[in-house]
């Protein structure tokens, strides 16, 4: 079970044109909505996949889910 707290919603700079973006803590990444680009969250951890039993699975799951998510025409570089 989860237990969210007032700071786990947080406005971050967006990367590329310094503009707010609300992130939920448990976002990978945010689509701006002014510049339409990818912003990575700040606070992001993903110490969990050093422990977790299931961490390399769930890191492969979200590569994949990432590339589906990449609409806005950048090219990827292949994770190696």
Known sequence: MYFW?????FQAACA???????????????RC???RKYT???KND???AAWCKYGRECLGQMGR???RNNTDG????PNG
Request: aromatic share 6%; proline share 8%; glycine share 2%.
């Open 40 to 42: 990575v969250n700040p």
């Open 65 to 67: 889910m990432d590339d």
């Open 33 to 35: 909505p002014h510049c």
């Open 46 to 48: 993903l110490s969990c």
């Open 16 to 30: 590329n044109c310094g503009r707010h973006i609300e992130f939920f803590r448990d976002d990978l990444r945010r």
């Open 74 to 77: 950048e090219k990827r570089k």
């Open 5 to 9: 707290t007032p700071d786990d919603i």
